[in-house]
């Protein structure tokens, strides 16, 4: 059974960083590429990383870029949204999901064979 679980999220000071995690079941990093997305109920989602199953070549969009890391353990079958210099627009529920589909085609509509439940991030002082 094909499971994505994150978890993570929480509140943290604006400038303040957060580790996201992604647990991934029933499929090893070797076989999808993993990306993270954010949303709030006033924004669509939003594509921000994604790491690549065959060679762990990174991408980042937009918000994500210069500010987030992405990373994995394919021994833990995990993969990491490092946070940094979290603002109160940061705030949202963030989500992995895995595809076979490119990286490069995250912010496509239909990018995501399987979807974690969320995790909430709250920015606040």
């Known amino acids: 059974q094909v499971q994505l679980v994150e978890s993570g999220g929480g509140l943290a000071q604006p400038g303040g960083s957060l580790r996201l995690s992604c647990a991934v079941s029933g499929f090893t990093l070797d076989e999808y590429n993993i990306g993270w997305f954010r949303q709030t109920p006033e924004t669509e989602r939003e594509g921000l990383s994604c790491?690549?199953?065959?060679?762990?070549?990174?991408t980042y969009f937009g918000s994500a870029e210069g500010r987030f890391l992405i990373s994995k353990d394919s021994d833990k079958n995990v993969v990491y949204l490092q946070l940094n210099d979290l603002k109160p627009d940061d705030a949202a529920t963030y989500s992995c999901?895995?595809?076979?589909?490119?990286?490069?085609?995250?912010?496509?509509?239909?990018?995501?064979?399987?979807w974690g439940q969320g995790t909430q991030v709250t920015v606040s002082s």
């Open positions: 999901a895995a595809d076979q589909k490119e990286c490069d085609g995250i912010w496509d509509w239909n990018w995501g064979n399987y």
């Open positions: 790491i690549s199953r065959r060679d762990s070549k990174t």
